[in-house]
């Protein structure tokens, strides 16, 4: 038997090549567009007893997602929290007894509780007294890569992207049925407590490798990588066609929007004109950057309400209570579409749409047909899951 060589086999070697020690030394030396957001000066980790309050105003002043969590009573590692993870957890709150799983997706919009700014704010000083420990789920992130850990085992074991092959063996995979993670903990291994049976290792966390740094890498490699990345998204099975990307309008509440995201294991979603259809924007779960409990009430704007604001007063957004009305409904789709969205036709090569991504800091290329319409999406998690095969 004639085994094809798999059409992604040089980024897949380049990957397999990297440990994590020397992947994150290379990263490190990236300048420009590569070099992605500037890290903490140090790790920023939470205990579980840790406030949501306290993790948020963290988070928010560091300007980053998440951040690994260690468990207070062991001093084991008890997973990472992030802004969607709160966000999440704050939905199913306000959602209650009510049992909605079976709702079809309008209904389940519609259902959302339609909470006023001072209503949310209220909710949210309850909600952010609550400790980490309560929002995390036993065993959501076992992978611990070390130094010696290969890229490619943390594209696999750790991000989780690798899914048999989708309806017509499209090399995108088939939909998640569960959520992949976006980041992941590196450790040292140190000796640890001597036992009867021998040192007991211990683990400390030194740095955080997420799906957009793998991103950033392959980026810096383009000459090294596959002629497969010069076909086109269409031929690769990125485009679904129309009705098969989530969107919501923008006139939709930013809350209910974000509780479709956590329904849909989504890190972002197509926004489109209320009348049209047509995309003008995306709500990613990087827009919640920033977010303290004072600017929960922002969460009672309808999304492109939400995504102005957002755009206008950036990390800062909480401090300046007097900022300017975000526009009328008919103003949003112009000004939306002002901002930066990556947005390519389906014959787009996908060495382009991995350029485009790390030259705007996205995490979503969408796909847009003649009309417009969104009829595809590609995410660092596309991209991964068609190198890991």
Same mark, same amino acid.
């Not at 800062?316 to 409904?329: I, L, S, T």
């Given at each position: 038997m004639?085994?094809?060589?798999?059409?992604?086999?040089?980024? @897949?070697?380049?990957?397999?090549?990297?440990? +994590?020690?020397?992947?994150?030394?290379?990263?490190?030396?990236?300048?420009?567009?590569?070099?992605?957001?500037?890290?903490? $000066?140090?790790?920023?980790?939470?205990?579980?007893?840790?406030? #949501?309050?306290? &993790?948020?105003?963290?988070?928010?002043?560091?300007?980053?997602?998440?951040?690994?969590?260690? !468990?207070?009573?062991?001093?084991?590692?008890?997973?990472?929290?992030?802004?969607?993870?709160?966000?999440?957890?704050?939905?199913?709150?306000?959602?209650? !007894?009510?049992?909605?799983?079976?709702?079809? !997706?309008?209904?389940?919009?519609?259902?959302?509780?339609?909470?006023?700014?001072?209503?949310?704010?209220?909710?949210?000083?309850?909600?952010?007294?609550?400790?980490?420990?309560?929002?995390?789920?036993?065993?959501?992130?076992?992978?611990?890569?070390?130094?010696?850990?290969?890229?490619?085992?943390?594209?696999?074991?750790?991000?989780?992207?690798?899914?048999?092959?989708?309806?017509?063996? =499209?090399? %995108?995979?088939?939909?998640?049925?569960?959520?992949?993670?976006?980041?992941?903990?590196?450790?040292?291994?140190?000796p640890?407590?001597?036992?009867?049976?021998?040192?007991v290792?211990?683990w400390?966390?030194? !740095?955080?490798?997420?799906?957009?740094?793998?991103?950033?890498?392959?980026? &810096?490699?383009?000459? @090294?990588?596959?002629?497969?990345?010069?076909?086109?998204? =269409?031929?690769?099975?990125? #485009?679904?066609?129309?009705?098969?990307?989530?969107?919501?309008?923008?006139?939709?509440?930013?809350?209910?929007?974000? %509780?479709?995201?956590?329904?849909?294991?989504?890190?972002?979603?197509?926004?489109?004109? $209320?009348?049209t259809?047509? +995309?003008?924007?995306?709500?990613?779960?990087?827009?919640? @950057?920033?977010?303290?409990?004072?600017?929960?009430?922002?969460?009672?704007?309808?999304?492109?309400?939400?995504?102005?604001?957002?755009?206008?007063?950036?990390?800062?957004?909480? @401090?300046?209570?007097?900022?300017?009305?975000?526009?009328?409904? %008919?103003?949003?789709?112009?000004?939306?579409?002002?901002?930066?969205?990556v947005?390519?036709?389906?014959?787009? $090569?996908?060495?382009?749409?991995?350029?485009?991504?790390v030259?705007?800091?996205?995490?979503?290329?969408?796909?847009?047909?003649?009309?417009?319409?969104?009829?595809g999406?590609?995410?660092?998690?596309? +991209?991964?899951?068609?190198?890991?095969?």
């Amino acid at each position: 038997m004639v085994y094809a060589p798999h059409p992604f086999f040089n980024a @897949r070697n380049l990957l397999e090549q990297q440990t +994590l020690t020397t992947f994150i030394k290379n990263l490190n030396g990236l300048a420009g567009p590569l070099k992605g957001r500037q890290k903490p $000066p140090h790790l920023v980790q939470f205990t579980t007893q840790t406030t #949501v309050g306290q &993790a948020l105003r963290e988070l928010a002043a560091y300007n980053i997602l998440g951040a690994p969590v260690i !468990d207070a009573a062991t001093g084991e590692y008890a997973g990472i929290i992030d802004v969607g993870n709160i966000l999440g957890a704050l939905v199913e709150d306000l959602a209650g !007894d009510r049992d909605m799983s079976q709702l079809p !997706d309008d209904e389940f919009v519609a259902a959302q509780p339609r909470l006023s700014g001072p209503e949310l704010q209220r909710v949210g000083d309850a909600f952010t007294a609550k400790t980490l420990g309560r929002l995390l789920h036993s065993g959501e992130l076992w992978f611990k890569g070390d130094a010696e850990s290969t890229l490619l085992e943390v594209v696999n074991a750790g991000f989780k992207v690798r899914l048999a092959a989708g309806p017509g063996g =499209s090399l %995108a995979g088939a939909p998640a049925l569960t959520p992949v993670h976006h980041r992941v903990a590196v450790f040292d291994i140190l000796p640890g407590e001597e036992t009867p049976d021998g040192p007991v290792p211990a683990w400390r966390i030194t !740095d955080i490798v997420s799906q957009t740094d793998v991103v950033r890498f392959l980026a &810096a490699n383009l000459a @090294r990588l596959d002629s497969a990345f010069d076909a086109s998204v =269409s031929l690769l099975g990125l #485009v679904q066609g129309p009705g098969a990307v989530r969107t919501l309008p923008a006139d939709a509440p930013t809350l209910a929007a974000f %509780a479709y995201m956590h329904r849909h294991a989504l890190s972002g979603l197509g926004v489109t004109d $209320p009348g049209t259809g047509v +995309l003008v924007g995306n709500l990613s779960m990087s827009d919640l @950057r920033g977010i303290t409990a004072a600017r929960f009430d922002t969460l009672a704007l309808p999304v492109g309400a939400f995504l102005l604001r957002r755009a206008g007063r950036g990390v800062d957004w909480g @401090r300046d209570a007097g900022a300017p009305p975000a526009g009328e409904p %008919a103003e949003w789709s112009p000004e939306l579409q002002r901002r930066a969205l990556v947005a390519v036709p389906r014959d787009t $090569p996908l060495r382009e749409v991995l350029h485009l991504l790390v030259r705007h800091s996205k995490h979503r290329a969408y796909v847009r047909d003649e009309a417009g319409r969104a009829v595809g999406v590609v995410t660092p998690t596309d +991209l991964l899951r068609c190198i890991a095969g």
